[in-house]
């Protein structure tokens, strides 16, 4: 099991910037990736960006060029949000693959407004 905790949400004015932090803990080994994935009012949940173990990137389009995806060390991932518009506004959940299983974080909800 690997639970995940997030933190760093909030509200903030379009144009502005976040960092969203996730921290693993329970059986941190074997995890494959780690990312983020975000979830609007009446929208499916999306990949945001994410992170493998090896150190490679996969970014969402709409998010290139903003946002910024890193890792402290095995257990910790961040997201660096920058130039945010209104339409990242949504509940952003921190994910981890490991062994082909997913696990996900409880959520924080980010707000930017126009």
């Known amino acids: 099991q690997v639970q995940l905790v997030e933190s760093g949400g909030g509200l903030v004015q379009a144009g502005g910037s976040l960092r969203l932090s996730c921290a693993a803990s329970?059986?941190?080994?074997?995890?494959?990736?780690m990312g983020w994935y975000r979830q609007a009012p009446g929208k499916q949940r999306e990949l945001v960006a994410a992170?493998?173990?090896?150190?490679?990137t996969n970014y969402a389009d709409s998010v290139k060029g903003r946002f910024t995806i890193s890792r402290d060390n095995i257990k910790t991932v961040n997201l660096q949000m920058n130039s945010l518009k209104p339409e990242d506004t949504a509940v952003y959940y921190c994910?981890?693959?490991?062994?082909?299983?997913?696990?996900w974080g409880q959520g924080t909800q980010v707000t930017v407004s126009s």
């Open positions: 994910n981890a693959l490991r062994v082909g299983h997913d696990y």
């Open positions: 329970g059986s941190i080994f074997n995890i494959n990736s």
């Open positions: 992170i493998t173990r090896g150190g490679s």
